[in-house]
């Protein structure tokens, strides 16, 4: 039977927790009350351990783990409620909230899992979590967390302070003044040891930090050779939402890296064409995620700049290194050992990605501390000069 489970299960990352308060609660919520629960829901949660990102703040948060053999026909959701309060500085809670719509089409042997993230500043902090159903089933649970720098790392976050993946820095100004139009294409393709938290970590500074550009989103999975999301005018702001457009997508069953799949550069060259034949050009494009390697090379007829082309093409690229320093998936996710990348890859593998930013005459910056993600970030102010 723990097998059959293993086989369906659902993976469902929502990373959408957004800081409200109490007033803004959904009505369902505002009036749930201590012993207002029809029952307990059964779940578990695992708590994730504050963790330093590439923004120079620490990412905690939590998984959620539930069978779906309590739920009949559709429309079935959760609420996710809770407080984050610092020991230290003013001692006031910072409550978060979040919903999730749970799949029409889970199977009664399936388990939903549902990641969620929140940020801090160095410091110990109280959170008080619960999760209620639109059957009244609550799940409530308490945990202590700090947050310490191990070296002399510069903290982006001030101590004692919460936030969600949108939060900001009132006194923080945009750092870039180029390029003018920006289009980040995000590679969502779940390689191990690259959980959306690890990819979050990365755009997450970059949207931030080219701010004072108008910034197209184009996210897609290589493996699927499909485009998922696309949007113009993309904020910060717009982080938890993009999270939730594409969640139900991530945890989709995938093949290896190394299987034979040529559509991957059908998929690159449509973007890559719709980059430098596009009315309004962007002065930078840039690629953003885990590599992809398969075992077909590029084909003669692939995209390649014209003189004086815009734009310039760049790849943000984060090595396995850093990626390690974030929590593994949970064992009964079943994320394939043939998805682990070696350290010495066979000559007859091709990086897609790497090979298309050099196809545009691009900069590729590898990237495995905060740093590192701040010198390329500068490049690419520069226009790759």
């Known amino acids: 039977m723990h097998r059959a489970i293993i086989a369906a299960m659902l993976v469902r990352f929502a990373l959408a927790q957004s800081v409200t308060l109490p007033e803004r609660l959904p009505k369902a919520v505002r009036d749930f009350g201590p012993g207002a629960a029809r029952g307990e829901l059964s779940c578990a949660v695992e708590v994730l351990q504050p963790v330093l990102n590439f923004a120079s703040r620490f990412q905690a948060g939590y998984v959620v783990r539930a069978p779906m053999n309590t739920y009949r026909g559709g429309g079935h959701h959760w609420d996710v409620v809770f407080t984050v309060t610092p020991r230290e500085g003013s001692g006031q809670p910072v409550l978060f909230t979040d919903s999730v719509d749970l799949p029409d089409d889970a199977s009664s042997d399936a388990i939903e899992e549902v990641h969620g993230?929140?940020?801090?500043?160095?410091?110990?902090?109280?959170?008080?979590?619960?999760?209620?159903?639109?059957?009244?089933?609550?799940?409530?649970?308490?945990?202590?967390?700090?947050?310490?720098?191990?070296?002399?790392?510069?903290?982006?976050?001030?101590?004692?302070?919460?936030?969600?993946?949108?939060?900001?820095?009132?006194?923080?100004a945009p750092a870039s003044n180029y390029p003018h139009r920006v289009t980040l294409l995000v590679n969502i393709a779940r390689t191990e040891g690259?959980?959306?938290?690890?990819?979050?970590?990365?755009?997450?500074?970059?949207?931030?930090?080219?701010?004072?550009a108008s910034v197209r989103l184009v996210v897609f999975n290589l493996p699927q050779q499909r485009e998922l999301f696309r949007e113009d005018g993309f904020t910060l702001n717009g982080m938890n939402r993009l999270v939730h457009a594409t969640n139900w997508l991530t945890g989709r069953a995938q093949p290896g890296p190394f299987k034979h799949q040529a559509g991957v550069w059908d998929l690159l060259a449509k973007l890559v064409n719709s980059e430098i034949h596009s009315t309004e050009p962007a002065d930078a494009v840039v690629f953003v995620g885990a590599p992809w390697w398969i075992q077909e090379g590029m084909p003669s007829g692939f995209p390649k700049p014209d003189k004086g082309m815009t734009p310039r093409f760049f790849s943000v690229h984060y090595s396995n290194a850093y990626a390690r320093r974030f929590p593994p998936p949970h064992p009964a996710v079943g994320w394939q050992s043939d998805m682990q990348i070696p350290d010495q890859l066979p000559s007859t593998l091709f990086d897609t990605i790497k090979q298309t930013v050099l196809r545009m005459n691009g900069k590729i910056s590898v990237i495995q501390t905060p740093a590192d993600l701040s010198k390329a970030i500068a490049e690419i102010d520069r226009g790759g000069k």
């Open 194 to 212: 690259y959980p959306w938290t690890t990819l979050l970590a990365v755009l997450t500074p970059l949207v931030e930090r080219l701010s004072s």
């Open 117 to 172: 993230l929140f940020l801090l500043g160095e410091g110990h902090y109280h959170v008080k979590w619960s999760m209620l159903d639109d059957l009244g089933r609550a799940f409530r649970k308490e945990w202590d967390l700090e947050a310490k720098a191990t070296g002399k790392e510069t903290i982006a976050m001030p101590s004692g302070t919460a936030g969600d993946l949108a939060w900001r820095s009132a006194t923080e």
